[in-house]
């Protein structure tokens, strides 16, 4: 036997092998507890966990949360579904992180009340009724004042001289049940042996629609180059479209070596301002903004008019430099050479940028070089930054975001980074585990009702949910997709409508979009044709073409329903016609149901019918229900679950309706809420 | 800056932050590598990560694995697949417990060559060389002896004074290539940060034909009770079967009080034998044999007649008590008692077991009953038993199982335990995971096509597959399912050869099932009339409707045909009859391969096509290949994917094919192999 206790000594299972409880499988839980779920503020955090014991004794069990920075934990019971999964839930009402875990035990009184109402033999019942007095009465030991005196007279009269049947019932009672939940014998209970994390941020972080734009195609009639001050006199027209932030393109110095010139020629003219990514000069780099568009000064007056706007200043971060950037100088050791001496520019054979030099991130110096960039991102926030949309991360270490970002969101949880990784899908999955609030998607190149089907239900469905917020760009800067480019302003409109539907978040780079710039540089290219990255542009406004008055229509549908504040109800439903897509989203207690129907065909008029299901709705499928156009206010009456749409992509190219129930019907009118 | 210095300190992430590649996603991993993968010697471990860095780098990545009792790890290259996905894999090739995790690094070199491939200015080849040159020289300084010499050499002629052309030949050689992936530089290398466990068994752990019998049933003409001496004398019909593993149900003695009677009666006679489940008695508990069986020293004698027959003894292990088990008066604290003193029997209200009495596992003193119930385990390996069945193992902690089984084996790891929890799927998956080599399952009950389809593509596809090894049990003395009790002789033939074929371990219960034992104690129940749990049977094996030669000839097939002895190889084909159904099993270079069709239909011919996947199965779609009926002999000539069966059931309701490809045509022969 002395073996024996010997190997009992070196188990190293849990302490008090009576621990009788299992928790496995929990969720939500990303790479084993190694990076956060996300939520914000307001939101539940549903957890599941398989939870089950030997035996067929009953369970309890409870989720645990805190603020990472509380020391108590609050607890909420879960409760058993099918299978040995548990669910319960909690709200997470400020930003920062939290934190979760699980506890089970198995429950006695549980257990004899649930063999206590199967029990047949009278005998058997007295004698249970003995133990469960017992149990009872160490329930009261547990409890205090009126709780701890109830329980101990119903532990009396449990073995009192009275029939049996009475103290069955006592037994069963709801009110027993209460009271003994409330004061539970935990004492053998199992901890899940992970602690969970969530960060939780804003509400901007999943609901925001996002304009780009170039404050230095901002010129005034007679100006070459736009300024801040002009550049904040287009803040009203941004604020006239419904958007919530405005994202600028770098605003730092650029470099004047291997300046690239118009339509990325190689060469440039003295006129040519070069890429805004081209980042430094002598003028100064990161922490310096570019003299011909203001001072710094000019920039917080921008912010300034942006807030009172109700818009929010998202500022770009491209850590990367021009041959000019005085990083080069001052910290030659964050760069790498070349045999020949020259510092390394940027490449992917046979491609180079010699206009850009990445930095070094194998330097033996890198600890300076990521404090650095860190403060760089403090500066901005100092100047009252609070979005940033990080160029390329995916050129950078893993290691890296996850620091800075963490230590970022530490001093400053309103933060808000996304992420331009348009990379494969591990490293767009990694980038935003690690820490990226939002995320771009592959949505600029889905198209057809499959891709789009697939793709949205992968984001929004599967687990991935937990991290990745995915913000849709149907253009930017660098991608001007053949649809767009063959489809004219059809397909510009449905592309909107589906960016700013199927996603809470969504941007465009205008005026670009709203002007349906369609031209490509040349055919096959994804690149615009005299592209405002390498040259200033001006655009007219007021063209009679312009999507604006949809945008800000879309905009304000979107604020006034919630149920396109967030991604996880999106639902396809069937059409008979490829060409037509359609989908809902609702809010949880069906409150709110928005259902869109796009034309993906920008050229002829498609038509089908939809199939809903009408009772996950909330509707009655005798009955009819209306839905109300909420672009053109038009209202339709619809019966059942199959219904016919057709749309003209000249006159509209989308429906996007609000449901509406008939709650009640007077005389000749129907009321629909 | 003095903040983001101190909170560099503060970071915990990799401690160099220069570590660039990622790794996660790993397989296998089970519950984020608490459990392990389970192989038998020989069998290789197939491991997958996602691995990638930021950029463009290329990336070398390595599984590292040893035995775990060793210091060195062995490394083996992964290969990349698609999407960041790689592959590596390695052998184990002794009992015992091996470990594993990966190493990967972004590889200079390898991104050197790949660039310099694609590079078109002379001008960058030149200073690529130069880098490259660089490289070189660096392994040649981590290389010793040849290597070095030949690296230094290869890095002068790099940038030696001779045409370019050469030169990048030179370094884009596969010459270089091996060399340069002998000697890499890994200083900045990623550990996956979890090392991960393997359990390695012998090989009857994945292969195994188990046939249980009650020695207490052997009993000679004009004998009461069977002896150890009289199974003895039964072990040459077993062997000729073709069996691996003989299990006997507890060889204890018995205990009286409560004892049942035949077909389960509350009140027993004097000659009732009682159930073998209800150990101890005062002749002694779980270390005693049953004295009407004989002698520890008849034990043993029988395991040695085994033995020479090629034949493993598996004990039951039932960790529970008669109320005359001398454990009951020696460590009364091991039980629960009832309020009026009487000890707690075991109870699954209203229904009671009072011939049973269970341990309380939450006793105060359950360290020592842990380690006396791993004595027990303990005993019989000392008289040469090393398979265990383990009864009712839900029914414990599983803890406890989890300590005894890792205890055990880490002495044993010869020692074979499968898990009798017919229970619900989480809870027979823990047991699996946390160290029983076999489990029982759900088969017993999987009779249609669509049942057994899905339960068998879990069993051998899923990643369960890495922990649960599959054992198939048509009937146990518990289990007469109604498939068997109403579809007669058919039904026995269909039920065998589905379980001999779908898995590669599998048991029945004899003599009942050779000789079509169908009798049930009542109209719905699954119990056996005159079940031998309570009573001595007396058996004819000579009886002329016995399945005793179907049985010897299926297990023979079993032995001959390697891609029977594992099943992860299992897949289903489409048969156009739902009576029908075909599965395969393959060895991995395809020279064995074995189609099995079988009609699940008892009492009618049923006919159909079968649909096979020709080319994954190595034929030659455009040539017959032959079908060799391993029951019957017949061979059948099979062109294409789409062939005719018919199986009468009452002749024989299955065919087990060996398929033989046409090898070569001489004159008029056809040679299949």
């Known amino acids: 036997m002395s073996t024996a206790g010997a190997a009992l ?64 934990w609050t607890e909420t019971p879960m409760e058993p579904l099918v299978n040995d999964r548990w669910r319960g839930r909690f709200r997470v009402e400020t930003i920062g992180r939290y934190e979760y875990t699980i506890a089970a035990w198995v429950d006695r009184f549980l257990s004899f009340r649930h063999d206590l109402a199967r029990r047949d033999d009278p005998q058997d019942i007295a004698v249970a009724l003995a133990v469960g007095a017992g149990l009872v009465e160490d329930a009261a030991a547990r409890a205090q004042g009126e709780d701890a005196a109830e329980l101990l007279a119903i532990a009396r009269r449990l073995v009192a001289d009275e029939p049996l049947e009475g103290r069955r019932e006592l037994a069963l009672s709801e009110r027993l049940l209460v009271l003994m939940r409330a004061h539970p014998d935990r004492s053998l209970e199992t901890r899940y042996d992970k602690v969970l994390p969530v960060v939780v941020d804003r509400e901007r972080a999943r609901f925001s629609a996002w304009y780009e734009f170039f404050p230095r195609s901002t010129a005034d009639e007679g100006e070459r180059h736009g300024t801040f001050e002009s550049a904040r006199k287009r803040l009203p027209y941004i604020a006239r479209l419904g958007f919530d932030v405005v994202y600028l393109p770098p605003i730092h110095p650029i470099g004047r070596t291997k300046r690239k010139g118009a339509n990325n020629a190689l060469a440039s003219g003295p006129d040519d301002p070069g890429s805004p990514w081209a980042i430094g000069a002598e003028e100064g780099g990161h922490k310096d903004v570019h003299p011909a568009l203001g001072t710094l000064e000019d920039f917080r007056a921008f912010c300034a008019e942006a807030r009172r706007l109700g818009l929010e200043v998202a500022l770009d971060i491209a850590f990367q430099c021009s041959p000019d950037h005085p990083y080069i100088r001052s910290h030659p050791q964050w760069f790498r050479r070349r045999p020949d001496g020259s510092i390394q520019y940027a490449e992917n054979p046979p491609k180079k940028y010699e206009d850009i030099v990445p930095f070094d991130f194998e330097s033996d110096d890198w600890r300076a070089l990521w404090q650095e960039l860190e403060s760089v991102i403090e500066f901005w926030i100092a100047q009252g930054v609070e979005i940033f949309r990080v160029d ?18 530490r001093r400053h949880p309103e933060i808000i980074f996304l992420s331009e990784a348009f990379s494969r899908p591990r490293v767009m999955h990694r980038l935003a585990k690690l820490g990226f609030t939002q995320s771009y998607t592959y949505f600029t190149w889905r198209n057809t009702k499959h891709e789009l089907t697939t793709y949205l239900t992968e984001l929004t469905a599967h687990e991935s949910r937990e991290y990745f917020r995915p913000n849709l760009w149907p253009n930017t800067p660098d991608i001007l997709h053949e649809y767009l480019q063959y489809g004219g302003r059809p397909a510009f409109m449905s592309r909107l409508v589906l960016a700013a539907t199927l996603a809470a978040s969504y941007g465009i780079y205008g005026p670009a979009f709203e002007l349906v710039e369609n031209r490509a540089r040349e055919p096959g290219s994804e690149e615009y044709l005299d592209s405002e990255k390498y040259q200033v542009r001006r ?73 809903l299901p009408v009772a996950e709705l909330g509707l009655d499928a005798a009955k009819p229900y209306q839905l109300h156009d909420l672009l053109t206010g038009a209202r339709y009456l619809w019966h059942g679950a199959r219904n016919y749409v057709a749309l003209d992509p000249h006159r509209s190219p989308a429906h996007v309706f609000r449901v509406r129930r008939r709650v009640a019907t007077e005389r000749d009118f129907d009321y629909f809420m």
């Open 9 to 72: 000594d070196r188990w190293r299972g849990p302490p008090d092998g009576r621990r009788r409880a299992v928790i496995e499988s929990v969720r939500p839980e990303i790479d084993c507890g190694r990076f956060a779920a996300k939520r914000v503020v307001g939101e539940w955090v549903v957890v599941e966990a398989d939870i089950f014991a030997d035996g067929h004794d009953r369970l309890a069990a409870v989720v645990r949360y805190r603020r990472a920075d509380a020391s108590e």
């Open 392 to 409: 390329n991360p995916h050129t950078k270490p893993f290691a890296f975001w996850e620091w800075v970002i963490s230590e970022v969101k």
């Open 539 to 611: 655009w007219d406004l007021e063209a009679p073409h312009s999507l604006a008055e949809l945008i800000a229509r879309l905009n304000r549908v979107r604020r006034e329903n919630p149920a396109l504040h967030s991604d996880w109800s999106l639902r396809f439903h069937d059409v008979d016609n490829e060409q037509l897509v359609c989908y809902s989203k609702r809010t949880e207690d069906l409150g709110n149901i928005v259902l869109v129907v796009v034309n993906l065909d920008p050229h002829h008029v498609q038509s089908g019918h939809v199939e």
